[in-house]
């Protein structure tokens, strides 16, 4: 079966400082795989999504990057996190179809100070 | 800009109860729609998918579509207070999913 994991959990970073959360999805290959936020209070925003290794497409403009190095990994980035930057990240993987739905990894809670 | 509307609730239901939520789309072209749930501090867990017109049905919980009216909904029978949480209703805008911003369900016993 296939698994997502996620890390780290939690994370508190002072503002200015670099980010690096991971992906990686276990028994599967070529995933859809994407970045989602979700600030308090608000809905899911899609950040990145990538279909496959070093394809990365951004939805919005923003401090963050993404990487896919390898193909069941996909990597979060910022060299300096502004306030803004807090939420809720999800990792997701899904299928190649349209028709698929997504699983979630158990996210970060990012708190920028 | 495509979109999905959702109550943001918060709904209230006793226990035992057919609770009722209710999302509206933007996209007409729209194929794919999915209910998530969302407990608090979690991340979201696929319950439901549709993609054809009409009622689909599993266990307590039951998902309508009406692409004419561009609207889905998801009704919990029997509802429990392990069912309190948060749903998200969701479509494929193309490259990926778009969500709604999630309806509050609280059930009381």
């Known amino acids: 079966s296939q698994t997502i994991h996620q890390w780290p959990a939690t994370l508190v970073q002072p503002v200015g400082s670099p980010l690096s959360l991971e992906c990686t999805v276990e028994g599967t290959s070529n995933p859809n795989l994407y970045w989602y936020r979700q600030a308090a209070g608000r809905g899911l925003q899609l950040l990145f999504y990538s279909v496959g290794i070093g394809q990365i497409s951004s939805e919005v403009p923003q401090n963050l990057s993404a990487s896919r190095p390898q193909d069941r990994q996909f990597i979060l980035s910022s060299k300096k996190l502004l306030l803004s930057d807090s939420g809720f990240y999800l990792c997701a993987w899904s299928g190649t179809g349209l028709d698929y739905g997504y699983t979630f990894g158990s996210g970060t809670r990012l708190t920028v100070v | ?109």
């Not at chain 2, 979690?42 to 549709?50: A, C, Q, V």
């Open chain 2, 1 to 109: 800009q495509k979109e999905v509307e959702q109550n943001s609730g918060p709904l209230s239901v006793p226990e035992g109860a057919i609770a009722s939520l209710n999302c509206t789309y933007s996209d007409r072209g729209s194929q794919s729609f999915f209910w998530y749930r969302q407990y608090s501090g979690k991340s979201p867990e696929l319950i439901m998918s549709i993609y054809s017109n009409g009622d689909k049905e599993d266990g307590r919980f039951t998902a309508q579509l009406n692409k004419a009216s561009q609207y889905v909904s998801l009704l919990i029978r029997d509802s429990q207070p392990s069912d309190s949480a948060t749903y998200l209703c969701a479509t494929q805008g193309g490259t990926a999913l778009i969500f709604g911003k999630g309806t509050t369900l609280s059930v009381s016993s």
